[in-house]
């Protein structure tokens, strides 16, 4: 059965950092192109990274560029997202998700692009 967990999530200070993690199991990342998203209360869910198959492209939501970081390590299949300079209005669950891809080096952050999700992990940012 395809999954994907998703950890990491926590209270943290502004400008302060974290770093999720997106375990899949059930089948091979490397196949996948996979994306971060988030959904704070009472907004729409927003795309906020993406790698594609490969690693060779990745993208960023205007609002975390220069912040966030996303990387992908096939061997251990697993995603991360590291977060660096959190800022209150960052904070949302964020959820991976991933869908199978013969294409490399392209992703897009539209979440009906992706077929499998993760459960999300709670990120807050306040003082």
């Known amino acids: 059965q395809l999954q994907l967990v998703e950890s990491g999530g926590g209270l943290v200070q502004p400008g302060g950092s974290l770093r999720l993690s997106c375990v899949a199991s059930g089948f091979t990342l490397d196949y996948y192109r996979i994306g971060w998203f988030r959904q704070a209360p009472g907004k729409e869910r927003e795309g906020v990274s993406c790698?594609?198959?490969?690693?060779?492209?990745?993208n960023y939501a205007d609002s975390v560029k220069g912040r966030f970081t996303i990387s992908r390590d096939n061997a251990k299949n697993t995603v991360y997202l590291q977060m660096n300079g959190l800022k209150p209005e960052d904070t949302a669950v964020y959820y991976c998700a991933a869908v199978l891809t013969p294409v490399q080096n392209t992703c897009i952050m539209t979440s009906s692009f992706y077929t499998s999700w993760g459960q999300g992990t709670q990120v807050t940012v306040s003082s």
């Open positions: 790698i594609s198959r490969g690693s060779g492209r990745t």
